[in-house]
């Protein structure tokens, strides 16, 4: 238990006015966990209903989908809610992120790094994603490239949250089970996912310039 | 004139060790914009005898070269050189970072998300802009996407790089003079130049998976 009564490490990290988790992790975990199920599932069976559609793009809409929310509902209030760590009434989302900096304190203590990676991830990156799910949909022309844009600003996001640690200090968890599942396990879903789905759509789009080029040169 | 002898603002910036500045303003800008001309100029006479070129792809191989060798030769020191302010016998790289910390003195502070920052930019734009000029000389497939992905890179760092100097106090500029010089001016070029060039090839992009859309439907 640090200072002021809160339970992140380091353990002199100074949080004035901290008040208690409330929820368990179970708690917290569950309806997030639910309600991506529920998200993945609505939008891989209504896809299913568009015709023409292949799997691949109905899983990466599902995909855009879930991150998208995730961007605009989780990590949206963190970012415009700087205070979330002493509100006498917390909401979900202020113990979502009470729980998650036990794997990472920079977020409560509001290291602008990390709240500078959030907020161009909320407001930016959230809203693209759901335009990622429409532009597969409705096929249209900057599907690819839109797609490759929010991977980019994700793998960005990330590289900048993983070295600014490692610059400052890298002591921002409780222990190694905070560190491996929400330090690195739950950000890891934001690499590699981004890397694949940036590497298809850089091919699709070589591929679409190759063919262009072979039908002029004919 | 701050604490430990240095020029930087906020004043009480502790720097043990601060050798000051040896060269002049002129004495920095100088060899850095004289070597930018010459190289710009190489580059534009040496892609004029390629034929086939556009002037708009030589403009951009130009600008590429330009903006690829700032990333690796002037920021690539900064990142790798921890203790450029203290050392005894500066060379040009550690005074460039010296002169340009008067606006903006994360810079001799080290802060993470400024280090981070170039650290990126420098070990993976840089090489990647220079790829941009082979990919546009020799019209290779990925010219677009490649462009467009170094533009992205280059605009998420300086979001990040002016989003966290506004949390972190926005504080960190000798005078007015510097502010708008360093701090605005000189990265402004690292905004309006990639926003140009990334909906250029976003827009290339659409119109050649509109035109295989179109060659389909026939």
Known sequence: MGGDGHPYA????HLPGFVPLQLSQGQIL?????????VVLAVWL????????????RLLMCQWAFT??????IEGPFVFTPDF????NPNFFDEVWKEYSKGDS??????AATVTVEGITAVLEGPAS???????????SFSHILQFAVCLGQLYGCLVYFIAAYLDGFNFWVGPFYFWAYFI??????????????????KKICATFQAEKMANAE
């Open 46 to 57: 209504v896809s299913g209903r568009c015709g023409r559609l292949s799997k691949t793009d």
């Open 68 to 73: 998208g929310l995730t961007h605009i509902m």
């Open 30 to 38: 569950a309806p997030y966990l639910g309600t991506s199920v529920f």
């Open 130 to 140: 759901l335009l990622a799910v429409y532009a597969i949909a409705s096929r249209k």
């Open 10 to 13: 380091p353990a002199d990290l």
């Open 106 to 111: 920079r977020y409560v203590a509001r290291d």
């Open 185 to 202: 396990g739950a950000n890891s879903f934001w690499i590699w996912i981004p890397t694949l789905i940036a590497i298809r759509s850089w």
């Open 85 to 88: 760590f002493k509100k006498e």
